[in-house]
């Protein structure tokens, strides 16, 4: 660990220097701090920065289009649904009036159909009789 003998001009060994992207560091009057300035000469990172937000701002309208297209489309499937629960209860409602007319007026369709098999049924019988002859 450091002592407090390292307070001085170096900040734990690393002298005031200036690096490639423009930074600098140096200790702060007699304390254990580092003050960090960013050299103005340098737009790289004000260029970085700039880039960043447009990336930003382009991800957050993105995100705004996908927020709208979610609702249009929740909002087309809930139309969606209630078109097919009304469409369901028009095919419910259908066939039980269907049924009620099976119902009401089917025994007179048996009946036409047992007199239809017994007509066709003499017919073929004395069809054949003649045709014997």
Same mark, same amino acid.
């Given at each position: =660990?450091?002592?407090?003998?390292? #307070? ?5 060994? +690393?002298?005031?220097?200036?690096? &490639?992207?423009?930074?600098? !560091?140096? +200790? ?5 701090? %580092?003050?960090? #300035?960013?050299?103005p000469v340098h737009g790289e990172l004000d260029d970085e920065i700039t880039g960043l937000r447009k990336q930003v701002r382009? /991800? ?5 289009? %996908?927020?709208?297209? +979610? ?10 649904? =209630? !078109? /097919? ?9 259908? =066939? #039980? &009036? ?12 048996? =009946?036409?159909?047992?007199?239809? +098999?017994?007509?066709?049924? @003499?017919?073929?019988? @004395? ?5 014997? #002859?």
């Open positions: =660990m450091a002592s407090s003998s390292h #307070r001085g001009g170096d900040y734990y060994g +690393a002298a005031p220097y200036r690096s &490639r992207e423009g930074l600098s !560091t140096r +200790a702060a009057g007699g304390s254990d701090e %580092i003050q960090l #300035r960013i050299d382009q /991800l957050r309208n993105v995100a705004q289009d %996908i927020e709208s297209e +979610a609702k249009f489309q929740n909002d087309f499937i809930n139309q969606l649904q =209630m !078109t /097919l629960i009304k469409a369901q209860a028009g095919v419910k409602n259908n =066939m #039980r &009036r269907l049924n009620k007319s099976i119902i009401l007026q089917g025994s007179s369709h048996v =009946m036409h159909v047992v007199l239809f +098999a017994l007509v066709l049924f @003499f017919l073929v019988y @004395f069809w054949s009789k003649f045709l014997r #002859r």
